[in-house]
């Protein structure tokens, strides 16, 4: 857009000079504004290449604007099931690539069903189906329109979002800095190499069921899906070198966890038929929680539980979310107890 702008500029600096009835006055007013050093006693031939460059810098500048920076508009979503409540996005945290885009704000906060006593996730699943009714009259309305995603959020929601808008095309994501408290979208690249790793730590003959333990931040013990989940059943662990705390920062990073989850369900699947329930046990953040609900597919895959960790509650894993399933929200709620 910026390119489209001076080149308007030279057309109008070469038209002062062909033209000498404002030359003066527009070739002074490009001077001071462009630093261009047009003299005001130049000859009418020398507008000739300031106007043709002026055009052609006019014309990249349209290309380049229709290729991204001002097309469509950036949907800024708010997840939130947590008080106190988490910021708003600020315009100066946008993707650079974004920020001539209209902004609009959409708020899903669940917290007034998530800190009362007792919790009611059905309550807050309900509220979360008009995220995606709302993001998908976006996309037919605006076919070039851009999602971010951001907030302090319950780790089933977090999946059920992601899985609910899975082919959204472009979704910038956004992280808490802890020591400054302001949002941040994630590096673009590869970063750290975090040596992730998906293995079958139970592999029985027949199993009834499926468990991933997912470990990007902490570690979960396999004793804690023993406890909600009859047996026989297959387990996949999918961790990290070393599990903890901001670990995740680029892109690249996302991606490679998503990809060896997105594995586990299709082997999964192809493995075992789509009779065994996949459950699912998380610890991570709420960009990679989001981005591999994205990984599931609704048509595809088994049915997925994901699990929300209370240290409080007996058991620790208290209630999931089938996320597979898109309605009645009471239905989709699963509540544990021990076996």
Not at 208 to 213: C, N, S
Not at 276 to 293: A, C, E, N, R, T
């Amino acid at each position: 857009m910026r390119i489209g702008i001076t080149g308007g500029a030279l057309v109008l600096a070469g038209l002062a000079v062909i033209s000498p009835g404002v030359k003066d006055a527009l070739l002074a007013l490009a001077n001071n504004t462009y630093n261009l050093g047009l003299s005001l006693d130049a000859p009418w031939w020398i507008g000739l290449p300031l106007v043709s460059l002026g055009l052609l810098l006019f014309i990249l500048g349209f290309v380049t604007d229709r290729s991204g920076t001002n097309k469509g508009q950036f949907v800024a979503i708010r997840h939130q099931s947590f008080q106190p409540l988490a910021a708003n996005l600020p315009k100066e945290a946008m993707p650079r690539r974004m920020q001539r885009r209209k902004i609009q704000v959409y708020d899903c906060d669940l917290s007034s069903f998530m800190n009362s006593q007792p919790v009611d996730p059905a309550g807050a699943v309900r509220l979360q189906e008009k995220l995606a009714q709302h993001i998908a009259g976006v996309r037919r309305s605006d076919h070039d329109a851009a999602l971010g995603y951001y907030g302090i959020v319950h780790i089933p929601f977090q999946f059920l979002a992601g899985c609910s808008i899975s082919t959204y095309p472009e979704v910038a994501l956004f992280e808490l800095n802890r020591n400054t408290n302001q949002w941040h979208e994630l590096n673009t690249g590869d970063g750290t190499n975090l040596k992730p790793k998906l293995i079958r730590s139970i592999d029985p003959a027949n199993p009834t069921a499926a468990v991933i333990r997912i470990e990007i931040s902490y570690p979960i013990s396999p004793a804690e899906p023993a406890k909600l989940i009859q047996g026989p059943y297959r387990e996949y662990a999918l961790r990290i070198e070393a599990p903890g705390i901001d670990k995740i920062s680029h892109y690249g990073q996302v991606h490679t966890v998503s990809k060896l989850f997105r594995e586990a369900l299709d082997e999964i699947h192809n493995e075992l038929g789509n009779a065994p329930i996949v459950h699912v046990f998380y610890s991570g953040p709420v960009s990679l929680g989001f981005s591999l609900g994205r990984q599931i597919s609704r048509t595809i895959h088994n049915r997925v539980f994901v699990y929300n960790y209370t240290s409080q509650s007996n058991p620790a894993y208290a209630w999931g979310i089938d996320v597979t399933r898109d309605s009645p929200p009471h239905e989709m709620v699963v509540w544990t107890r021990l076996v």
